[in-house]
């Protein structure tokens, strides 16, 4: 009796850990989604910060183009996907839950490249660039959150450089700062390799656009960010490096490098807690999370969390909802996008 009681115990035990390490695996190793359309295994390296939301969007088909940007409205609860391709919508919109709202109807977009999602408290706009090089091409443009163009800014359908008026070449992304003041990177490989601001009123601030590997020089400016501290924040991506200059005056202040070796940076944005910069590398399929420095320091780069996706995912462009935290992920090469989750403790990041 007394030794099967003894067997009894030791097969519960085995079956409890058994359970126990099947949920760490599902936690921890490479998701697979079963699914013939998306490419979602993934693996998480050094300390875990998020995990992938397997079940957003829940009609990813929709998407049958290629994904090149995503923005989130935090506070009406929808994201954006920019993609391109032969007659296909050029702009997609989902609940962060992952329903399909709706598609622009709109004939005003050749090859969105970057986007971006501006007052979205109280007058919710998307910008979106636009590289392509017909009649709408080489410009930024608004529009409502319905998809109807508002504002052009640049030259529509001529690549320039000039700053009176205002002319771009393949402009790479646009962020604007509560304030209303505007951050563009020009030059995903034409002729311009600059970080312009632009004030509320959209008048030329500072520009940086010599090109080279020098200080305050670029090299594809393919991302910029902005944080807390009067800060900016670019994706130098042909130099494999993040430069960070003063908001205010334009100042040069650093750069990173020593965390690209391998790969240069694609996209640069802040989580909502301001603890850390999200880079995407896409040649490496690597979505990294920084330390982000104090006030006064910028220092060298630290990595602390790793997402590893699948070979040839290619993830270029991201954005965080500001309000739960939630990554999304636009992805070029799976022709998809995907939602990340923060591990959350007492509602902040482990």
Known sequence: MKSGSYTCMILTSMVSLLFLMMVLYDVFSPQQAGSSILKQDYQLLG????????????NPELLSGNVFGVAVNQYAGVVYVAQRGDKVPKVLVFTTEGDFLM????????????????????????????????????CIKRYSPSGNLLQLLGTPGKAG????????????EIYVHDSGEIYIVDGDGGMNNRLIKLSKEQEVLWVHGEKGPGLAQFYIPHSVTIDNAQRVWVA????????????????????????????????????????????????????????????????????VSVIQLADDVKPHLVDLDLKSGALYVAEIGAQQAQKFTPFSLGGGFV
């Open 236 to 303: 130098d991506r042909g130099n494999k490096r993040i430069q960070v200059f003063n908001s205010i005056t334009g100042d040069w202040l650093g750069s990173w490098g020593s965390c690209f070796t391998e790969d240069a940076p694609y996209s640069v944005r802040l989580t909502p807690d301001k603890k850390y910069f999200v880079v995407v590398q896409l040649n490496t399929n690597q979505i990294s999370l920084l330390d982000a420095p104090p006030v006064g320091l910028i220092g060298q780069c630290r990595v």
């Open 47 to 58: 300390r875990p910060l998020y995990k992938l939301d397997m079940n957003w969007p829940k």
């Open 103 to 138: 598609s622009w109807n709109t004939t005003t977009l050749e090859m969105p490249h970057g986007i971006f999602l501006a007052d979205a408290v109280s007058n919710p706009t998307v910008w979106i660039t636009d590289v392509g090089k017909g009649p709408y091409g080489h």
């Open 161 to 172: 450089s000039g700053l009176n008026p205002l002319q771009f070449d393949q402009p790479a």
